[in-house]
């Protein structure tokens, strides 16, 4: 995969200004065609999220950090169902 400058969390946190409509217009239709690409080839990514969207210079969108996704088809085979990353999960007290 080539570089891609920034990803898409520390571009929203350091923005001078908001995205325009058109901008985020375009970005949805980026992301939304990378996911009907992966799920067209039965992967579910499972862990997207804006750190894991890239941009590069020209404002093209790389969806990224494959490490949760699985191959999903028939007979359906069982997932985890814990896919939060663990710094995000609650604690248990039990």
Same mark, same amino acid.
């Given at each position: 995969m080539e570089y891609c %400058?920034?990803?898409l969390a520390s571009l929203l946190d350091n923005m001078a200004s908001p995205f325009k409509e058109a901008q985020i217009k375009?970005?949805?239709?980026?992301?939304?065609?990378?996911v009907q /690409?992966?799920? %067209?080839?039965?992967? $579910?990514?499972?862990?997207? +999220? $804006?750190?894991n969207l890239l941009l590069n210079g020209k404002g093209i969108l +790389?969806? !990224?950090?494959?490490?949760? !996704?699985? *191959?999903?088809? /028939?007979? /359906? +085979?069982?997932? *985890?169902?814990? $896919? $939060?990353t663990l710094w995000y999960r609650a604690l248990s007290s039990c």
């Open positions: %400058e920034q990803d375009c970005l949805m239709i980026q992301l939304f065609r990378g /690409y992966l799920h %067209e080839r039965f992967i $579910v990514h499972r862990d997207l +999220k $804006v750190s +790389k969806i !990224a950090d494959f490490g949760l !996704a699985r *191959t999903f088809g /028939y007979p /359906y +085979k069982p997932m *985890t169902p814990i $896919v $939060v």
